[in-house]
């Protein structure tokens, strides 16, 4: 019920957990769940949440967004658990203790990013692939906090944990061993047998290996789990083993959330609202500003880095796992974890706020910079010269006497929906020009004969460059609907007869760019619905004018008339 209240708010499923768990819990009056129980349950749903992470855990999408992810998620969460630290310090509290308030605020949370970019439609914006790639950086960073945590409850804190890391590192080098020497032989011959057998395995998987982590070498059952996540995504049954994990995930860590719920005391934390505030203005405002900081020193453009900050500017579901973590180990007292639990919950419910203040702001940054005098000749990074480096290589294509012997056609996006565009017009041999920021994608999109331009769609000098003056068609195929809302304005100030054709996510933002000059526009899940719907009613026998008409009232359903 309260996930579903949740929702219905349009806030995370999480948040309604969390207050599901107050409402039970012994600090509030009414009915009360038993607490133990309920805790016992919770542990598994750690385990599972942890080993479906590893599971999911790709270094291939980390090394993609590397180049900013890594050394600003590394930079981020220590700048964050620094600013977290002092405040701890000036609320009084120990070295310890406070350390851990930094621990816990300098981790964002992974469900509460997937969902918004999702929702927003920018996962595969510049600053979605960063704000992923940023969020497995700080993932990491949590197994580091839960394995630093033992040896904070000793008077000698270097010594205990140079020993857990060494403990850390003997249970990785088994359990490698044996995930790739036996795990996949075993995986293997029970997927054979065709029952749920399989289903067995991966659960005693993912138990055993937390159970032996934390009996065996003191470790957490946490990253037990996360190994055995690791150590099975490696294995050619990864995606069914997720496939079966999840739904149980999922269930269990409801279970986990409502437990950390009934930890809150709602009185205590009322008395405690000066620290929860400030608290949260660190978590969100102190850690966006750092983030998008840090994504502009690391040559993001400035709205994608503004984007960046708004998407990890809260608290994440981990820090839950690292403040009950300390609590059980006497590192901070209840009154402590109520105000971190608190300020995360705070965090969460401002989190879609954040977002929209940063796309406005993000947006009229942009919008400035356009209406200056030089915004148009003197950009902040100037594009590269033809041959400079390997990214640009089919530059070279991009002289005045090659295009006016063929019109060309000019596409902003290498991704999956760029790509089959620029398919197609290579295929009748058409000129084409791509424009892109991953360096990757247009290495590949070179080798079709196509022209590549590295930089960013919406700067005027790139869009000058890549030679819009002379072009007959623009394709804006980017997932991040600010900057193409910018790069068609900007576009169309260079040449108003261009027809422009977009991608767009929803009724609204088809609407927005319809306004700025696109003539078509394109929602690729709308469109993948067309030909399904095509397929399914040709199949029943509907063809000709009937069919045509059909399809022609869906398309008006979701892009208007």
Not at 95 to 119: E, F, M, N, P, Q
Not at 339 to 357: E, Q, R
Request: with cysteine; aromatic share 4%.
């Amino acid at each position: 019920m309260g996930g579903a209240l949740a929702v219905r708010l349009r806030q995370p499923a999480i948040v309604g957990y969390l207050l599901a768990g107050i409402v039970i819990g012994p600090f509030t009056p009414g009915f009360v769940g038993d607490v133990e129980r309920i805790s016992v349950l919770a542990d598994v749903g750690v385990v599972l949440l942890l080993f479906a992470l590893g599971i999911q855990f790709s270094i291939r999408e980390l090394r993609e967004v590397g180049r900013v992810a890594v050394p600003g998620g590394v930079l981020q969460v220590l700048a964050v658990m620094a600013l977290g630290c002092g405040a701890g310090l000036a609320l009084g509290l120990d070295l310890r203790a406070a350390l851990v308030v930094g621990a816990c605020l300098s981790i964002s949370s992974t469900l509460v990013i997937l969902k918004s970019l999702l929702d927003r439609g920018e996962l595969d914006s510049v600053h979605g692939r960063a704000a992923i790639g940023w969020a497995i950086v700080q993932d990491i960073a949590t197994i580091v906090f839960i394995v630093a945590l033992p040896p904070l409850t000793g008077a000698d804190v270097v010594g205990p944990f140079a020993l857990a890391i060494l403990k850390a590192a003997a249970f990785l080098a088994i359990a490698y061993l044996v995930g790739t020497r036996l795990l996949p032989w075993v995986f293997g011959a029970v997927a054979r047998l065709g029952s749920e057998l399989f289903l067995l395995a991966v659960f005693a998987t993912a138990l055993l290996t937390a159970f032996v982590s934390s009996a065996v070498f003191g470790l957490s059952l946490a990253l037990g789990a996360f190994v055995a996540g690791i150590i099975v995504s490696e294995s050619e049954v990864a995606h069914q083993a997720a496939g079966e994990v999840v739904p149980f995930r999922d269930l269990f860590a409801v279970l986990f959330f409502v437990s950390v719920g009934m930890l809150v005391d709602p009185v205590a934390l009322l008395v405690s609202a000066p620290a929860v505030i400030l608290l949260v203005i660190l978590a969100v405002a102190a850690k966006g500003l750092v983030a998008a900081g840090l994504g502009r020193a690391l040559g993001l453009p400035t709205r994608s880095s503004l984007l960046l900050g708004a998407a990890l500017a809260q608290v994440g579901e981990f820090s839950f796992i690292i403040a009950e973590d300390a609590l059980q180990l006497g590192i901070i007292d209840a009154a402590t974890a109520n105000v971190i639990l608190g300020t995360a919950v705070v965090s969460i419910l401002v989190s879609p706020l954040a977002l929209d203040v940063a796309g406005r702001l993000a947006e009229r940054w942009e919008r400035r910079s356009a209406a200056g005098p030089t915004a148009a000749v003197l950009p902040r990074r100037e594009p590269p010269r033809p041959g400079s480096a390997p990214t640009i290589r089919g530059e070279a294509a991009l002289d005045r006497t090659q295009a006016e012997q063929r019109p060309g056609i000019v596409v902003l996006g290498a991704g999956r929906v760029g790509r089959v565009v620029i398919a197609a017009a290579r295929a009748r041999g058409f000129r084409c020009v791509v424009v892109d920021r991953d360096a990757r994608r247009l290495d590949e999109i070179a080798r079709t004969g196509a022209s590549t331009l590295y930089g960013d769609a919406a700067n005027p000098a790139i869009l000058a460059r890549a030679g819009l003056d002379r072009t007959r068609v623009l394709i804006v195929a980017i997932g991040d609907a600010l900057t193409a809302r910018l790069a068609i304005e900007r576009a169309l100030a260079l040449n108003p007869n261009l027809m422009v054709a977009s991608r767009a996510r929803g009724r609204t933002e088809a609407a927005a760019l319809r306004r700025l000059g696109a003539r078509r526009v394109a929602d690729p899940e709308a469109e993948a619905a067309f030909e399904l719907a095509r397929h399914a009613l040709q199949r029943m026998g509907v063809s000709g004018p009937e069919l045509t008409a059909i399809v022609m009232g869906l398309r008006r359903d979701v892009y208007g008339p």
